[in-house]
């Protein structure tokens, strides 16, 4: 099985966008949400911060854990684009090269907002 280098950045870039939108994006929240717990406390100045926490033990324990852990999500969704390479390959060209897309636009966003540029 060979990978070469720009497929191996490009399947990067996927992973890594694709990683974020499960842990992290606002439009996957109804993906978390039966899996995490909503805990309210006050701050410092008095406001309300919501967390949200895997909920505790059992297979929904087991998938909070996972989608609130960026490093342990990444590893699932690396193996199941990888298993996609093999068993769906029509589906896979695209769905990779629009994620890496994505997670290059991101990363470029965030450089720029960070240099205050635009």
């Not at 993906?31 to 911060?49: C, L, W």
């Not at 969704?77 to 390959?89: C, I, K, N």
């Amino acid at each position: 099985m060979e990978i070469s280098w720009l497929e191996y950045i490009i399947f990067s870039m996927a992973v890594f966008r694709l990683t974020r939108l499960l842990v992290y994006d606002q439009i996957t929240e109804w993906i978390r949400s039966p899996f995490m717990d909503e805990y309210e406390e006050k701050n410092d100045e008095g406001k309300a911060e919501i967390y949200l926490l895997p909920k505790e033990g059992g297979l929904r324990g087991w998938i909070g854990a996972l989608l609130n852990c960026f490093w342990c999500t990444g590893i699932w969704v690396s193996m199941g684009l990888f298993a996609m390479r093999f068993y769906f390959p029509v589906l896979y060209k695209p769905v990779v090269i629009v994620l890496a897309a994505a997670g290059l636009a991101a990363i470029v966003e965030t450089w720029i907002q960070s240099k205050n540029i635009g």
